[in-house]
């Protein structure tokens, strides 16, 4: 597999990367965060799929980095669940179960809405402004695209006061986003991403913390249910 068209490496300058969070723009990027950065964009994103092989020697010319920082980047992509070490170094997106899509889903419900309260609730002077950018993202199709939407979940946590919490519900969140590819979870043919997001950008936006968290629990249960039943139809 090439990568060339997913990533381009600017040396030492990585100012125009579109996909940096604007508030990370001016922090100097190792190469290890880098590759890091480039290969989970990749995997959330969809532009590499669960299962897709993972070539150190290939991704290294691609992103113009040695393989060293290269397998630092994908240590810790399989340390999150997005990357699976196999055996002589090589390396794969992760493949997913229905079964364990349930188990991460079950896991979010209980600990992303306490950090949505928490972040809600300790919200600076741009949060408000952040989070109807982000949502406004999803706006741009009708289904989007899953680092809008993940961008858009991650916004929403980020004045979460717990390092914790917050390091562990954006983990969920980013396996989360990789089921989902190969989850056959069907839409309905009106489905909008952003208006099924509307109610929980309001919530956040307007400053209810307790409104926020529940229907951001209502919205996660939702899509459980929706697992569940194609679970049970292949039973």
């Known amino acids: ?24 723009m001016n922090v100097p990027m190792t190469r290890s965060a880098w590759a890091d950065h480039r290969l989970r964009e990749a995997i959330v994103g969809g532009r590499l799929q669960p299962g897709d092989p993972l070539v150190i020697s290939t991704l290294a010319k691609e992103l113009g980095v040695s393989a ?75 289904l989007s695209t899953a680092s809008d939407h993940a961008a858009f979940h991650r916004e929403l946590l980020s004045c979460c006061d717990s390092t914790w919490m917050l390091r562990l519900s954006t983990l969920l969140s980013d396996r989360a986003g990789l089921m989902m590819k190969v989850s056959a979870l069907a839409r309905p043919d009106d489905y909008n991403l952003a208006e099924a997001h509307r109610r929980l950008k309001d919530l956040a936006v307007d400053g209810n913390p307790v409104g926020a968290a529940e229907e951001l629990t209502r919205h996660l249960a939702g899509t459980i249910g929706a697992l569940r039943s194609i679970l049970a139809r292949s039973a």
């Open 1 to 24: 597999m090439m990568y060339s068209q997913l990533w381009t490496w600017e040396d030492d300058d990585v100012s125009e990367l579109s996909t940096v969070p604007p508030r990370e």
């Open 68 to 142: 060293t920082p290269l397998r630092e980047a994908l240590g810790k992509l399989a340390a999150e669940g997005l990357v699976e070490m196999q055996a002589h170094g090589s390396a794969r997106v992760a493949t997913v179960d229905l079964d364990e899509a349930v188990e991460i889903y079950e896991l979010r419900r209980v600990l992303e809405p306490m950090a949505l309260e928490r972040s809600v609730a300790k919200a600076d002077a741009g949060y408000a402004g952040r989070v109807e950018t982000a949502w406004l993202a999803l706006t741009a199709s009708r």
